[in-house]
Each structure stands twice: as C-alpha cells, then as structure tokens.
C-alpha cells in the first residue's frame, strides 16, 4: 500500500509540474498562446465640470486587443500629461472586458489641479503653441504600462497680434 502511496504522490507531482510549465509557457515566454499587449488605438477628451480648484476631463479610450482571446484589463492610475508636466489623473480604477480579436470603450473622468495651468500655458507657449499630451495608465491584467500621445498646436498669439492691429488701425 505504501508504495501504491509513493507512486501516487511521484505522478501527481509530475503532472502538477507538467501544469506549471505549460502554464509558465503560455503566460510568459508567450510559447503556446502568444498574448499581445491591448492598445490604445483612439483617445476622445471633453470638457467636464470646472470649479475654482478644479477642472474635470472627460476621457474615452478605444482600445484593440489583438488577442485570439477575450482579455479582461483593468486599468489604474491614468494621468495625463502636457509637454512632461503632470497635468491631471484621477485616482478611479478602471475595469473592461475586451473580446476577442476587437475594439472596446472605457470612459473615466480626470481631474485638472488648476493650480498647474499657468505652467502648462506657459509650456505651450514657449514650444511655439505646440504642445504634447501623453495618456499614461497600467494594465494591471497583464500587468504593464500603456501610454498614449498626441500633438495639439493652436494659433492664439497670431490671433492676438491681428485683433490688437486690428483695434490700433481703428484708432487712427
């Protein structure tokens, strides 16, 4: 009996070794299943409620997952910066089932420590009104980081200059 015992005990040890390694191959060496990282493939921003302190985002995320399976990600701690200077997050934890080989939506709200506005107007400023937004965020499902960016460029100065040309050459 004993030894019927001791036999029992070495398969099922080998079978739970078997187990963990095919699981560390799927998982991470990408061996039997490759699973690829889901991107962020579209970002939508809108303005939110403004307060003295504060201004909220509005913030929709279209990510793909290239996966053959259906991943479940669940995203924390999105911040958003503006030419490197942290501008907004939120504290929120962020939860999407996406299918298979397909795009999903996952919207949250950031929020704007307007106290750091003049730093980033300043930025945008001296960069010639060009200014770089990054979306950064972890995927803790497969545990890494996304990131996205984007370029705004706008025109105020030269707006600025003609309506002040504009009120001059009126004035004489």
Avoid: C
Avoid at 152 to 172: A, F, M, P, W, Y
């Amino acid at each position: 009996m004993r030894k019927i015992l001791i036999i029992l005990g070495i398969i099922i040890a080998v079978i739970a070794i078997s187990i963990s390694a095919v699981a560390y191959q799927y998982y991470f060496s990408g061996g039997l299943l490759p699973v690829e990282v889901p991107r962020v493939v579209d970002i939508r921003l809108s303005w939110g409620e403004v307060a003295y302190d504060t201004t909220k985002i509005n913030v929709k995320l279209v990510i793909y997952n290239p996966n053959p399976i259906r991943v479940k990600v669940r995203i924390e701690d999105p911040e958003l910066y503006v030419n490197d200077i942290r501008f907004a997050w939120t504290e929120q934890t962020i939860e999407v089932d996406l299918p298979k080989e397909s795009k999903g939506e996952v919207s949250f709200v950031l929020v704007i420590d307007n106290s750091k506005l003049q730093e980033v107007w300043v930025s945008h400023i001296q960069q010639d009104e060009v200014s770089t937004l990054r979306l950064e965020a972890k995927l803790t499902a497969l545990r890494l980081p996304i990131s996205k960016e984007m370029t705004i460029t706008t025109n105020i100065l030269e707006q600025i200059e003609e309506r002040l040309k504009e009120r001059i050459e009126e004035g004489s």
